[in-house]
């Protein structure tokens, strides 16, 4: 029989009474936490908010006032009056739709050579890491550096593409910058040469992640090198291709500096982008309201891109 626990036994009341410091003593390590967290997040949201948010909040501001580029600036708030302008500006849609053939178009051949280049990289060839330095040459060039070298290619007088040409019995005085057939495709050549390497390196690590196995299981069940890539390789691919393709088509979409370089929209606008559109409305004919207001437009439309690139990586990890 157990000894009666008596009432007044100090030891026995303190088991009995709550903690009552562990609440106070987790709060105070929660608030610390916290502090902690911000203090770690504060260094890269602070070049954030200042490079990026700041900038866009005063653009946006800009949009709805009169705007320009002077020495001592005075304008005035003019509402929707340039988002009104912009809707019956024609050449800036125009530019939109270069724009958009040029975006699909550099995205959908940087995607199928990338393709090419990582199936044979991941094919066991021969003095394998010197032909992945050499793939990755055109992403570590500047934007301006390839544009020159591009313009020396398509030179007309002293080109070796048209020297090419010319000793194979074609036309050799094709100024391929310059003429209003050839100036938008040559210009897409160069991006998809810049951009093929980025793409390659991500399929390539794709590729690399698919087991053996499973080309082996298709190989023995007589599937030919086509039908494993359709059956086996295209599939396994299929979230990366989906990643990098949006990601590509919103980075070609907001392309500048490469066309600015080669063409700076020309000739006769047949290589005008939109961003360059944007640039030179703003710099050259100095209206930064009405140009802001060409910017708004570009972030919503590069917002709607995103919010399509998001819901489909959602829906590819719900998949899979």
């Known amino acids: 029989?157990?000894?009666?626990?008596?009432?007044?036994?100090?030891?026995?009341?303190?088991?009995?009474?709550?903690?009552?410091?562990?609440?106070?003593?987790?709060?105070?390590?929660?608030?610390?936490?916290?502090?902690?967290?911000?203090?770690?997040?504060?260094?890269?949201?602070?070049?954030?908010?200042?490079?990026?948010?700041?900038?866009?909040?005063?653009?946006?501001?800009?949009?709805?006032?009169?705007?320009?580029?002077?020495?001592?600036?005075?304008?005035?708030?003019?509402?929707?009056?340039?988002?009104?302008?912009?809707?019956d500006n024609s050449f800036f849609?125009?530019?939109?739709?270069?724009?958009?053939?040029?975006?699909?178009?550099?995205?959908?051949?940087q995607l199928v050579a990338a393709m090419g280049l990582a199936l044979l990289l991941n094919s066991g060839l021969r003095l394998q890491g010197l032909t992945r330095v050499l793939a990755l040459i055109p992403w570590a060039m500047p934007p301006v550096v390839v544009a020159i070298m591009w313009q020396m290619i398509y030179s007309p007088n002293a080109g070796p593409l048209n020297a090419f040409l010319g000793a194979?019995?074609?036309?050799?005085?094709?100024?391929?910058?310059?003429?209003?057939s050839t100036a938008l495709p040559a210009v897409i050549v160069v991006g998809v040469w810049v951009g093929m390497p980025q793409t390659t390196v991500t399929l390539l690590a794709g590729l690399q992640q698919i087991p053996d196995e499973l080309h082996e299981a298709a190989a023995m069940d007589g599937a030919g090198a086509w039908r494993r890539f359709t059956a086996v390789t295209l599939p396994s691919l299929r979230p990366i291709i989906t990643s990098i393709t949006s990601l590509n088509f919103i980075w070609n979409f907001n392309s500048f500096s490469l066309v600015y370089v080669l063409t700076e929209g020309g000739p006769g606008g047949r290589t005008m982008l939109p961003m360059l559109f944007t640039y030179l409305e703003a710099f050259k004919n100095r209206n930064i309201g009405y140009a802001a207001a060409m910017g708004v437009v570009l972030v919503v439309v590069v917002v709607l891109l995103l919010a399509i690139y998001l819901r489909s990586q959602f829906r590819s990890e719900k998949e899979s």
Do not use: C
Not at 46 to 51: A, G, R, T, Y
Not at 100 to 106: D, G, L, Q, R
Not at 168 to 180: C, Q
């Open 93 to 109: 849609w125009d530019s939109f739709r270069i724009g958009m053939i040029w975006a699909v178009s550099v995205t959908l051949l």
């Open 1 to 87: 029989m157990s000894a009666p626990t008596l009432a007044g036994d100090p030891h026995a009341a303190a088991a009995r009474r709550p903690d009552r410091g562990t609440p106070r003593r987790t709060g105070g390590m929660a608030r610390a936490k916290r502090r902690e967290a911000i203090a770690l997040v504060m260094p890269s949201l602070l070049p954030i908010l200042v490079l990026s948010v700041a900038p866009l909040v005063m653009g946006v501001a800009l949009a709805f006032t009169d705007a320009r580029l002077v020495r001592h600036p005075d304008y005035q708030f003019v509402g929707v009056d340039n988002f009104v302008r912009l809707a």
């Open 168 to 180: 194979l019995g074609l036309p050799d005085d094709i100024n391929w910058l310059a003429d209003f």
